[in-house]
């Protein structure tokens, strides 16, 4: 069975202050990482998709990075306005399992 | 060059009603996905579309939930006899298939009183 796990469940940050969201999936035959964004009341925003071990992509303060077991949401220099829930799914094929999310509050 | 919109955005409903969901997906887009979003969790995969036929319902819970995508566009989720277990965000995505990018509409915050 596939498995997504995020960790941690919630982060509160300075802004300013950097960090690094986790996802570590057992996803079987994985053709695809998702990140997404939701805010509260809002349905999920895409970010990001990596297809391979090694690969890597960025989006203004976020870096999305993939391994053959985890995958890291990294960001710089956080301001309030990243306030969300970032979600990880994987595909298998072409449905997504999901990990819970991880909660981000930016303290101004 | 709208996104995935759901109608309605909030469903009020008594145990035992029937309700209909809709989702219009992203012109174009042949894959359309149904997930269930619980509070405090991610989106579960219910049903996969790809044109008017449903590749994949594997995710639906039970025989009271049935999907429906006519002409290989709109898609509408039905429940009968609702429970109140039930209560979620239905969320609807649109993409080009296989492992392409799925795109989230809003959702249907549905609640069974």
Same mark, same amino acid.
């Given at each position: 069975?596939?498995?997504?796990?995020?960790?941690?469940?919630?982060?509160?940050?300075?802004?300013?202050?950097?960090?690094?969201?986790?996802?570590?999936?057992?996803?079987?035959?994985?053709?695809?990482?998702?990140?997404?964004?939701?805010?509260?009341?809002?349905?999920?925003?895409?970010?990001?998709?990596?297809?391979?071990?090694?690969?890597?992509?960025?989006?203004?303060?976020?870096?999305?990075?993939?391994?053959?077991?985890?995958?890291?949401?990294?960001?710089?220099?956080?301001?309030?306005?990243?306030?969300?829930?970032?979600?990880?799914?994987?595909?298998?094929?072409?449905?997504?399992?999901?990990?819970?999310?991880?909660?981000?509050?930016?303290?101004? | 060059?709208?996104?995935?919109?759901?109608?309605?955005?909030?469903?009020?409903?008594?145990?035992?009603?029937?309700?209909?969901?809709?989702?219009?997906?992203?012109?174009?887009?042949?894959?359309?996905?149904? =997930?269930?979003?619980?509070? /405090?969790? +991610?989106?579960?995969?219910?049903? $996969? %579309?790809?044109?008017?036929?449903?590749?994949?319902?594997?995710?639906?819970?039970?025989?009271?939930?049935?999907?429906?995508?006519?002409?290989?566009?709109?898609?509408?989720?039905?429940?009968?006899?609702?429970?109140?277990?039930?209560?979620?965000? =239905?969320?609807?995505?649109? /993409?080009? +298939?296989?492992?392409?990018?799925? $795109? %989230?509409?809003?959702?249907?915050?549905?609640?069974?009183?």
């Amino acid at each position: 069975e596939d498995q997504v796990t995020q960790s941690p469940e919630a982060l509160r940050l300075q802004e300013g202050e950097s960090s690094s969201l986790n996802c570590s999936y057992t996803v079987s035959g994985l053709r695809g990482l998702f990140w997404y964004r939701q805010d509260p009341g809002k349905g999920p925003e895409f970010l990001f998709t990596l297809y391979s071990a090694g690969e890597e992509k960025e989006k203004e303060r976020l870096k999305a990075t993939l391994t053959k077991k985890e995958s890291f949401l990294h960001i710089t220099a956080p301001k309030p306005e990243d306030s969300a829930t970032y979600l990880c799914g994987g595909a298998g094929s072409y449905q997504l399992t999901f990990g819970k999310g991880t909660k981000l509050s930016v303290i101004p | 060059g709208a996104g995935v919109s759901q109608t309605p955005s909030n469903k009020v409903t008594e145990k035992g009603k029937y309700v209909e969901l809709r989702c219009d997906p992203i012109s174009g887009h042949t894959a359309l996905y149904w =997930y269930r979003q619980s509070l /405090g969790q +991610g989106p579960e995969f219910l049903i $996969y %579309f790809q044109g008017t036929g449903a590749a994949d319902d594997s995710g639906l819970p039970n025989d009271r939930f049935f999907a429906v995508r006519p002409e290989g566009s709109v898609s509408t989720l039905k429940i009968q006899r609702t429970e109140r277990g039930d209560s979620a965000v =239905y969320l609807c995505a649109s /993409g080009r +298939g296989g492992q392409e990018t799925q $795109y %989230f509409g809003p959702g249907t915050r549905l609640l069974v009183l």
